[in-house]
T-cell receptor, first 114, second 112 residues
Framework: EPEVTQTPSHQVTQMGQEVILRCVPI?????FYWYRQILGQKVEFLVSFYNNEISEKSEIFDDQFSVERPDGSNFTLKIRSTKLEDSAMYFC????????????FGEGSWLTVV | TQLLEQSPQFLSIQEGENLTVYCNSSSVFSSLQWYRQEPGEGPVLLVTVVTGGEVKKLKRLTFQFGDARKDSSLHITAAQPGDTGLYLCAGDRGTSYGKLTFGQGTILTVHP
């Protein structure tokens, strides 16, 4: 069964450093997402991406965050200058359609900012 | 802010018992998805319900979408220890480019 894959599974970084989280969405999917889950809290929407541009972003997704689809398969989330409160599990997800459609999640990248 | 309230937050039962998890909102959703999440892993989709009043069955799991598409339930019959985990509901308003609103989850423990 096709799946969303993410790398790295776990990254520890110093506060202020840049981090890039990588994702390979399911191959025929057209919509891509990043969500995050701070330990013990709800899964939260960060951003959706379609046709090489951001479709929607949450208030969490400030100027420190950016997304990119550099080639036909990868989808990346960059955090320019990490803060302690960025420590969370980051989930990439993808779907074929945008509404009423199933969204499939990757296994997550656990980011620890120290 | 759209909220999805899940209840109960914790559920501890004996093997063989039945249980129901509820997901309620004041907002209408175009679809609602149920996921199961293991510690340190991503949510794994169980089912998507789209039509008001829809009932879907997945072996011992029965999912229902409310007629008004504001609420949903997950019923597990004859629970087994393998059902232990975190169950999440997530709603899609259909107007926000795939933005899912998640409930806070129900932690289910089934004791042998």
């Amino acid at each position: 069964e096709p799946e969303v894959t993410q790398t790295p599974s776990h990254q520890v970084t110093q506060m202020g450093q840049e981090v890039i989280l990588r994702c390979v969405p399911i191959s025929n999917h057209l919509y891509f997402y990043w969500y995050r889950q701070i330990l013990g809290q709800k899964v939260e929407f960060l951003v959706s991406f379609y046709n090489n541009e951001i479709s929607e972003k949450s208030e969490i997704f400030d100027d420190q965050f950016s997304v990119e689809r550099p080639d036909g398969s990868n989808f990346t989330l960059k955090i320019r200058s990490t803060k302690l409160e960025d420590s969370a599990m980051y989930f990439c997800a993808s779907s074929l359609l945008v509404s009423g459609n199933t969204i499939y999640f990757g296994e997550g990248s656990w980011l620890t900012v120290v | 802010t759209q909220l999805l309230e899940q209840s109960p937050q914790f559920l501890s039962i004996q093997e063989g018992e039945n249980l129901t998890v509820y997901c309620n909102s004041s907002s209408v959703f175009s679809s609602l998805q149920w996921y199961r999440q293991e510690p340190g892993e991503g949510p794994v989709l169980l089912v998507t319900v789209v039509t008001g009043g829809e009932v879907k069955k997945l072996k011992r799991l029965t999912f229902q979408f409310g007629d008004a598409r504001k609420d949903s339930s997950l019923h597990i019959t004859a629970a087994q220890p393998g059902d232990t985990g975190l169950y999440l509901c997530a709603g899609d308003r259909g107007t926000s480019y795939g933005k899912l609103t998640f409930g806070q989850g129900t932690i289910l423990t089934v004791h042998p």
